[in-house]
């Protein structure tokens, strides 16, 4: 059986787990004047984790987007490549040529998708921050027509949402100067990321194809530090298979920062670093991953260990005294912090003060512990007792 097999199988068995913790909501629009049907993703534990916040996606055309995105971020989640999230699916089933229609001769939204777009910024952007632990990370998901029209909120003066997920798009023909006239100087000035995540596909005629590319290349040409395009191209048999290798392609890249790091993020951004540096690098990592998605992990081991060889390898081990604080800033309870301070000290030969430092750590260990024996070695080895 192939990998795309496997992970189809996957989202079939999650959905049943999920499936029962969705809760339909039906929404009162002042903007659309009717009601309209929210489903809604509660990730697991969240009613454990009282003071836990969660990002918040929005998904566009609920009938054919939203049990793939959540059996994706269930996927991601589990992994341990992206926070879990709380995920509302809006409705458009009968009424989604009004909610997404544009005028042909100028691109502007029309009177009916422009209520829409005021339904999404102004009611249930507002009912979901309002009712649940959101963080500040909201993505947004749309595709065909509902992508065009999620492109739309750039031109917000003040930046809503930091991600969106543009699916097979079918743009209007201004498409271009639509985008020129945003003022985008107000995107480099927030002190926080953006995503915008654009495919093209061999299911697409050939000119949206072309149009799409052009899109991709202005966008990325805009050159905004923290503007991460994601240019993607897919290759598949139909438009549904495009959006189920769409949406985890997307969150790969847009949760990048989460996931633990990697063999090419390593060898990309911190090989070449100094140990100053690395431990920034890995500080900073962390502290953006609580501010965004609201997940304090504390720090992961394997991550330590990442940057570990430049710290003791450069600059004669100098900043480990560094780096054991830093790991304690960010991870109070973790035995680590305490062995590269007391590592530090019997580098210079005080004795006394790195036994102190591995006997904090070892009481913060678990008895049971494998590592624990061979960690009170550096104890004994020293005469502590």
Request: net charge negative; with cysteine; hydrophobic share 40%.
């Amino acid at each position: 059986m192939n990998q795309k097999s496997l992970s189809v199988l996957f989202l079939l068995f999650s959905f049943v787990g999920f499936s029962q913790q969705i809760i339909e909501k039906q929404i009162e629009s002042t903007f659309l004047e009717t009601t309209r049907n929210l489903r809604i993703y509660i990730p697991e534990g969240y009613e454990k984790d009282s003071i836990k916040n969660f990002p918040l996606a929005i998904v566009l055309d609920e009938e054919s987007m939203f049990d793939i995105y959540v059996g994706n971020s269930v996927l991601f989640s589990k992994n341990d490549k992206a926070p879990k999230q709380i995920i509302v699916g809006i409705s458009m089933e009968k009424t989604k040529n009004t909610d997404i229609s544009f005028d042909r001769n100028t691109g502007r939204l029309t009177t009916t998708a422009t209520n829409f777009y005021q339904f999404i910024r102004d009611e249930v952007l507002f009912y979901m921050e309002s009712t649940y632990r959101t963080s500040p990370f909201i993505t947004l998901v749309g595709q065909g027509y509902s992508a065009n029209l999620i492109t739309h909120f750039l031109e917000e003066s003040n930046p809503i949402f930091n991600a969106f997920i543009c699916i097979n798009t079918n743009f209007s023909d201004f498409i271009g100067a639509q985008l020129q006239s945003y003022d985008w100087t107000k995107i480099a000035k927030e002190d926080t990321v953006f995503y915008y995540y654009l495919n093209t596909s061999n299911t697409l005629s050939s000119a949206k194809q072309a149009q799409i590319e052009q899109v991709q290349k202005g966008l990325s040409s805009l050159e905004i530090k923290n503007f991460k395009v994601v240019a993607d191209a897919i290759t598949t048999s139909n438009a549904i298979a495009a959006i189920g290798e769409a949406i985890p392609r997307a969150l790969s890249n847009i949760f990048e920062i989460y996931a633990a790091i990697s063999e090419e993020e390593f060898n990309k951004n911190i090989k070449e670093l100094s140990p100053l540096d690395a431990i920034a690098y890995l500080e900073n990592k962390y502290l953006e991953i609580e501010f965004l998605f609201g997940s304090s992990l504390g720090i992961r081991e394997r991550d330590i260990y990442a940057i570990e060889k430049i710290i003791i390898e450069k600059e004669n081990g100098d900043r480990l005294l560094d780096f054991g604080k830093m790991i304690l800033k960010l991870y109070p309870s973790s035995h680590l912090g305490d062995y590269y301070i007391g590592r530090y000290y019997e580098t210079g030969k005080n004795i006394k003060r790195a036994i102190t430092h591995y006997k904090i750590g070892y009481g913060k260990m678990d008895p049971s512990d494998p590592n624990a024996d061979a960690f009170y070695e550096n104890i004994l080895r020293l005469g502590g007792n």
